[in-house]
């Protein structure tokens, strides 16, 4: 036994501290670290101070349900992790897989059936993890350990758009539509299967089928050295369930605070290492975006345009996203269109692109932890963006 933990499955061994005391980070190391946070605000520091508002706007525009159901649901899968159950996973797939594509594929699959029962949120919470504890079994080079969250992150865009429960954009234009399940399903089947061979033909240009998965050295040790936790896990898997259930019942405050007590009194050290940062970032992103999409101008502009025209809708809907996430673009073009399933096609092709293009993109970066993640996942979704939207332009929407 060595004196210097071993790192954590769940943490990129380029982010493992060195033995002893952790050096104290200057404000400079926190704000290039927190680089997203620290625009988001600026971002709502100057909106507010160029558009002033009465205190009511900003506590809607800050979305408290959104932020209490994130904080419930990042304590649950913290308290999963640290059960380490999510390591025996990762040894059980991993005995059963003998390629990179094949693994690919596997977390792929997982990943989109997932986000259409669960919501792409809760997916990514569940499967970065156990990703992240692959990646340190099979002892993958970074590189491809990143890939392999950005196969989810897509993965999960993919599959969402497919439910109406998927993600909140979908939530919402199918509340506005007032169709049935069954209905918004055939809506959104050409074009959630556009996406889906997309993804299997980025899989297979991104993995060789050559390459192939092994265990060797120190990775052995998670099957043998990682304590599980039994009881933490069936709490932690019960949480889970009860927050999926709360918020689709609309009681996400209620979820909230039923992981706070819980987890003060069952585990502590979950409620310690929630990104306490990344609901920061969640919280200046949703006030400074929102009031961006509600500005006097922006408002103007928009009344401007024909929004009769798909293709136009398309790609507002898609361009939008990209500068003010998708969740925000549906609730601002849902003010201008009621051509629900163009609108809502474009929305979901914009959650590809910039990371800001979805919060579900900022939830699997920064589960990853690394900050090459942030490059690679632009150099893969810009052309896969632009590829999937004119592909599902074409196929999906049509003129």
Not at 105 to 129: E, I, K, Q, R, Y
Not at 342 to 367: D, P
Not at 387 to 399: E, Q, W
Request: glycine fraction near 6%; aromatic fraction near 8%.
């Amino acid at each position: 036994m060595t004196t210097r933990p071993a790192p954590s499955p769940t943490t990129p061994s380029s982010r493992v501290p060195s033995a002893g005391a952790p050096a104290r980070l200057s404000w400079r190391d926190h704000a290039k670290r927190e680089w997203l946070l620290c625009i988001a605000v600026v971002l709502a520091l100057v909106l507010g101070m160029a558009d002033p508002q009465p205190g009511g706007r900003y506590l809607e525009w800050l979305d408290g349900p959104t932020l209490a159901g994130l904080f419930a649901l990042l304590v649950a899968t913290q308290a999963v992790r640290r059960s380490g159950y999510v390591q025996a996973a990762a040894w059980q797939l991993t005995d059963r897989m003998t390629s990179l594509r094949g693994l690919a594929m596997a977390l792929a699959a997982g990943a989109a059936v997932s986000s259409m029962l669960l919501t792409n949120d809760v997916s990514l919470f569940l499967l970065v993890p156990l990703t992240l504890a692959i990646a340190q079994t099979l002892n993958l080079p970074d590189a491809v350990r990143r890939q392999m969250v950005i196969v989810l992150a897509f993965a999960v865009n993919a599959g969402s758009m497919l439910s109406p429960i998927g993600n909140p954009q979908n939530l919402l234009v199918w509340q506005l539509s007032g169709v049935d399940a069954w209905h918004f399903v055939l809506w959104m089947l050409p074009a959630c299967a556009v996406n889906m061979v997309a993804l299997a033909l980025f899989i297979v240009l991104t993995f060789p089928a050559s390459a192939t998965a092994s265990r060797t050295g120190p990775a052995r040790a998670i099957r043998t050295d990682t304590p599980r936790k039994p009881a933490l896990a069936l709490t932690a898997a019960a949480m889970l369930i009860a927050t999926i259930a709360l918020l689709q019942a609309g009681h996400a405050y209620v979820a909230g605070l039923v992981a706070a007590l819980l987890f003060l009194i069952v585990d502590r050290t979950s409620l310690r290492q929630v990104d306490w940062a990344l609901l920061a970032t969640f919280a200046a992103l949703f006030i400074g975006l929102g009031h961006l999409a509600d500005w006097g101008p922006v408002q103007a502009l928009a009344r401007q345009v024909d929004w009769s025209h798909r293709l136009t809708l398309f790609a507002s809907g898609a361009g939008l996203s990209q500068v003010i996430s998708n969740v925000p673009a549906t609730v601002f073009l849902s003010q201008f269109t009621k051509e629900w399933q163009t609108l809502l096609i474009a929305v979901n092709v914009g959650g590809y692109g910039l990371a800001i293009g979805s919060m579900a993109n900022l939830i699997a970066l920064r589960l990853e932890g690394s900050k090459r993640i942030w490059w690679d996942f632009h150099v893969y979704s810009v052309p896969f963006f632009v590829v999937v939207a004119a592909a599902t332009y074409v196929i999906a929407v049509g003129v």
